[in-house]
């Protein structure tokens, strides 16, 4: 499930972004001005950052500044209504990854955005492990011991999830927002069954427990 966050504050090229990114698979969220998405980008993981320029509040050359200061390397593409070389040259330095002029085909913009997933394929692609736990992204599989592990879909989501983001507490929200896409704001209990399923197969038969409950706030994976 790849996630796309759009910063714009043109409503009308905001929904259509929208619906045309949800319509082709991806899972989108959207910020109208620039201190927002900057937060958003800096608190939730992102495969993609659709980014405009003129903003409200923050502009979108502050927005990518910051986001690499903080080393969040989130590939962005920028959207721009000035076709100004300068601006270009700029943005490229900045650390965006392209950019598209206004006004652009949406093809176009599924085009550059499809390229940008393949270029970082490292970062969400990889094979990620804690202990003897192995995860590959790829190929939808788990396993620990070197023992294939029979996981639902969600359940691999959230596995995924408390791997790439090891040692960091991970809120029921949080979790939440980022495996279902969803607010659960009154009834995270959907997380903590799925947590409990997750932990008959990946702790249960092991002696070394990778998940830890923290009370009152969420979990956290850790090696033993
Ligand atoms: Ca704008």
Redesign the pocket.
């Known amino acids: 499930m790849m996630r796309i966050l759009i910063i ?3 409503k009308k090229t905001a929904s259509f972004l929208h619906k045309g990114l949800t319509e082709s698979g991806f899972v989108v969220e959207r910020s109208g001005n620039g201190e927002d998405g900057l937060f958003l980008a800096s608190t939730e993981q992102f495969d993609v950052i659709i980014l ?1 320029i ?2 409200p509040r923050l502009d979108g050359w502050s927005v990518l500044e910051a986001l690499r200061y903080r080393h969040i390397e989130t590939p962005v593409l920028f959207l721009t209504a000035c076709d100004l070389v300068d601006d270009r040259v700029k943005g490229l330095e900045l650390g965006a990854d392209d950019y598209l002029v206004k006004p652009f085909a949406f093809a176009e913009l599924l085009a550059r955005v499809r390229t940008l997933l393949r270029r970082n394929p490292e970062r969400q692609l990889s094979i990620a492990h804690i202990e003897d736990l192995k995860i590959d992204p790829v190929r939808h599989r788990a396993e620990r011991g070197g023992k294939r592990l029979n996981l639902r879909p969600k359940e691999f989501a959230l596995l995924l999830l408390f791997v790439r983001r090891a040692g960091e507490v991970l809120t029921r929200t949080l979790i939440a927002e980022q495996v279902w896409d969803m607010n659960f704001d009154s009834d995270t209990n959907v997380v903590d069954v799925t947590v409990r399923r997750l932990r008959s197969k990946v702790d249960d038969p092991f002696e070394k427990k990778l998940i830890r409950t923290i009370r009152g706030v969420g979990y956290v994976m850790e090696e033993g």
């Open positions: 714009e504050d043109e405009d003129m903003l």
